[in-house]
Each structure stands twice: as structure tokens, then as C-alpha cells.
């Protein structure tokens, strides 16, 4: 498998550097509001990773995914809802946990708190080796990075030496890539503040030095193998956990880094908590769509290009899954036995050319392009008559392949079975209403509306038909 490397700007032939043990580390969400569709974006893409080592290259995979539980914004927001840090945290952890269930990401090995207290101390522990090793300074109370003393520092961002301020500190978690200075590890306890102490005196810990310890800590120290996230947190989070973690060890941090690009509104605009333009997986999910249709229409376009979200993209991932699952119900209906050799070497070509995709860094939209390549010749195939149930059996074989690393078509049928009414009910029963309608029969089409209604599923009319949901 090659995958592109941030910290080299090329693609590389991924190995582990322990066996077939794969150990990573994923940045998880800043719990001060519900995740977005555009972090899920790049969960999703990183739980397709995580299946590719899994399933095409057979790896063991050890994932961390943590959870940001106390830095800047948790703290603000819990003030504003007048609840302690840990209650108001928990909320979006848990809905983080039915979103990413929803969604059918696989969960990680190990999903730490900043705040757990092992956490704690190895941060502590962290800070402690870094001021013996000459990296740090202290001012009123809080403790800093000194990035002069790391000549590699800027090594992931690219950035320019001469726009780096060393000298120059910024208590603030966040900050922009026009502002590299020396940053905080450790912030003195202020009033009404949570507050740790120790050893290194009362305070909390900065942002980038909760994933350092953390990696280092649940991943059995370094160089990890891959790091990700989106490419947001490339300058200053990623930056600074190198400074962190090398400097503390003198070892390279992670081999490998992976950055999923931004997903962006119609409008060309990121999707931003802090703008406010998010949308949210169970908004989605009211809007009628299915979970699984959101997770095919994350995963339509690479994960290194920015993805433009747009209510169009559901309906043609809608309709694109349906014909995939649509495919697959074809076969129940073949009874001929035997197998016939050319849809034995078109499925053998389909299985090889779908793994030859993931392992060119990913390329699922390039998988699917083979999976509908196919799709497109098993319904000839059935059309003709030139399929056998032990073709079937081949096909099926082929798509739990194809699904162990997409993981949309299983979650679609599963909705399907989950269904008080099937898919192919209700769809019929539109066909039949829209009938009725053409034949001004209303008072019939009224009354198929009517008892979906009661039966849980609304249907709904615009200019470009009509759209059902579950109530």
C-alpha cells in the first residue's frame, strides 16, 4: 500500500515498523459541541484507512482516537451552560459515540479523555523531560515551548524560518499559521478553571501536548507508525506535537502522516463550528437521508481533495447505493446451478483491480469505479441469462471484499432490515401514488399518503418528486 505523506509531500510504500502490528493515532474531537458532518468527513476517511491495513493488507491495527476534553472552548462553553467540565464533555462524547455508530465507523482500540488522570501525569511526566532537556521556560506560572531550541521546527507545515517569531509567546490553544511562537505546555490555574497539580505546579494542561502524551503514552513510544487527522490541524497542532514529542525523546514522532481535506458548503465555505454553518449527522438523518447515504457521499471524492457537500450529492448517493444493493438482490432470483467461466474472471478482475485502487493511497472513488464497472456487468450478464449460483456465490464473495473497506452497503441493508416498511414497499407505493395522481384519482393517492403516515413514514412533494423519511 502507498500512502501520501504530509511530512515528505509524497506517496511512500507503507510498512510498520513493528511486524504486522499498524499503531495509530487519530485526533479525535474537541468535545465543546456535537461534531460536524465535516469532521466526520475525515473520521470516515480514517476508519477506511483503518479497514484497508485491516482487511487488504492484513495488518493488526492498534488506534488510538482521543477525545479533547479541557482546553480553551470546553471550558468557555461549559461556563456558558453552567455545568462542570466532565458533564458537559460527556454529552458530545456520547453523541460522537451514535454518530460514529451510525455511520459504521469501526471504533478505535482505545478512545482516551485528556483528562483521565494517567493522561494527566504522563503530560506532567512530558513537560518535566522537556525542561531537563532545555526546551522549555517559565512566565507566571505557565510553561512554554522554546521553538529555537528544535532547528527542525516548521518541518511539517513548511514553514518559513523567517516567519517564525521564537521569543514571541501565545497562551492561546489555536492560532494561525502567520503566528508561529513559542506556545504553552502547561497554563497556570486561573479562577474557575479546572486545575491539576503534579508536580510542576497548579494549572492545566495546552492543547498540543494532550495528543503528545497521549500517542506516546497508549501507543508504546515512538516513531508511531501513522498520525492523522484533517489538514486543518497540520499548523499549529500537528507542528507542535512534533516539537513536543522529538524533543522530549530525540526520536522521530511519526513516520507516516495523513491530512483528510476540508469539506466545504455549497457556497466554496469550510464547514466550521466556529462560523456556525454545520450541519449534524441526526440533521442529516431528519432531512430524511440515511446514514449510509451520507457515508457513501463523504467518501465519493478522495480524501486529499476538498469535498463540496451539497443536497444533490445525497440524492445521487442515494442513488447510487441503491443500485448496488439493487444488484445484489438480482441474484437471489438465479436458480441455474453450475458457474460460468467469464463472470468467474470478470469477478477474479473486479477483486484485483478494487485492491490495486485502495492501494494507491486510497483511491476509493477509483473503486468505485470498478465496483459499478461490475455492477454493470452482472446485470448483463443476468439479463442474458449467463450467470449460475455459483457465480453468485463468487459475486457475493467479492462485495463482502469490496464492503469490509466501504462499509456503506452492509449499513444499507441493515437499515433495510431495521425498516417498520421496506425500501421496495414504500418506493413502490410512490410509483403507485404518482399513478393514481396521473389519473386524477386523488382521493386514492391521499389515502396511500395517509397510511404510510400511520405506518411511521411521511412522504413529502416538491418540484423534483417525492422524497419519503421515517418520522
Known amino acids: 500500500m502507498r500512502l501520501y505523506n504530509t511530512l515528505t509531500r509524497r506517496e511512500e510504500i507503507f510498512r510498520p515498523s513493528r511486524g504486522q502490528l499498524v499503531r495509530m493515532y487519530t485526533c479525535g474531537l474537541t468535545v465543546y459541541a456535537r461534531g460536524h458532518i465535516g469532521n466526520f468527513r475525515t473520521f470516515v476517511a480514517l476508519d477506511v484507512l483503518r479497514r484497508a491495513l485491516k482487511y487488504e493488507e492484513s495488518f493488526e491495527v492498534q488506534q488510538i482516537m482521543n477525545f479533547t476534553d479541557v482546553d480553551d472552548r470546553t471550558i468557555a462553553a461549559s461556563r456558558v451552560a453552567e455545568m ?8 458530545y462524547i456520547e453523541a460522537f459515540r451514535e454518530d460514529a455508530l451510525a455511520l459504521g465507523l469501526e471504533p478505535a ?7 483521565d488522570e494517567a493522561n494527566l501525569r504522563a503530560m506532567t511526566e512530558m513537560i518535566r523531560a522537556l525542561e531537563a532537556n532545555g526546551h522549555t521556560y517559565r512566565r507566571a506560572g505557565s510553561i512554554y515551548f522554546k521553538i529555537s531550541t528544535l532547528p527542525q521546527y516548521g518541518q511539517l507545515a513548511q514553514l518559513d524560518p523567517e516567519g517564525i517569531k521564537s521569543g514571541a509567546r501565545v497562551d492561546s490553544d489555536q492560532y494561525d499559521k502567520e503566528n508561529a511562537r513559542d506556545f504553552v505546555l502547561w497554563k497556570s490555574a486561573k479562577p474557575g478553571e479546572p486545575s491539576w497539580d503534579f508536580g510542576i505546579g497548579p494549572g492545566r494542561p495546552g492543547w498540543h501536548i494532550e495528543c503528545s502524551a497521549m500517542a506516546l503514552r497508549l501507543l508504546d513510544g515512538s516513531p508511531i507508525d501513522i498520525h492523522a487527522g484533517g489538514v486543518d490541524l497540520i499548523f499549529p497542532h500537528h507542528e507542535n506535537e512534533i516539537a513536543q514529542s522529538e524533543g522530549m525523546t530525540g526520536e522521530q514522532f511519526s513516520r507516516y502522516w495523513v491530512h483528510v481535506e476540508h469539506l466545504l458548503l455549497d ?3 469550510k464547514m466550521s463550528k466556529s462560523v456556525g454553518n454545520v450541519l449534524t449527522v441526526p440533521e442529516i438523518l431528519e432531512k430524511g437521508y440515511r446514514a449510509s447515504v451520507l457515508r457513501y ?3 465519493s471524492v478522495h480524501y486529499r481533495k476538498q469535498l463540496k457537500f451539497t443536497w444533490q450529492s445525497m440524492e445521487q448517493a442515494d442513488e447510487s447505493l441503491a443500485r448496488l444493493v439493487d444488484c445484489l438482490a438480482r441474484l437471489d432470483r438465479i436458480v441455474s446451478t453450475g458457474r460460468h467461466p467469464v463472470m468467474s474472471e470478470q469477478t477474479a478482475s473486479a477483486r484485483a483491480a478494487f485492491s490495486a ?8 472513488p477509483g473503486g468505485l469505479g470498478v465496483v459499478f464497472e461490475f455492477v454493470r456487468a452482472i446485470n448483463g450478464a443476468v439479463d442474458q441469462e449467463e450467470l449460475g449460483t455459483g457465480n453468485v456465490e463468487e459475486i457475493r464473495d467479492a462485495f463482502k471484499q469490496f464492503d469490509r473497506v466501504l462499509g456503506f452497503i452492509s449499513l444499507r441493508q441493515a437499515e433495510d432490515t431495521a425498516s417498520p416498511v421496506s425500501v421496495k414497499e414504500i418506493e413502490q407505493l410512490i410509483a403507485d401514488r404518482k399513478s393514481l395522481r396521473k389519473q386524477r384519482d386523488f382521493a386514492a393517492a391521499d389515502q396511500i399518503r395517509t397510511d404510510l403516515d400511520a405506518r411511521g413514514i411521511l412522504l413529502e412533494d416538491d418540484s423534483t418528486g417525492t422524497r419519503w423519511k421515517r418520522k
Open 357 to 364: 485502487m485502495i492501494a494507491d493511497d486510497l483511491n476509493i
Open 267 to 269: 457556497q466554496g465555505e
Open 297 to 299: 457521499a463523504l467518501l
Open 109 to 115: 482500540e482505545e478512545q482516551p479523555r485528556a483528562t
Open 84 to 91: 462542570s467540565l466532565r458533564d458537559y464533555t460527556n454529552q
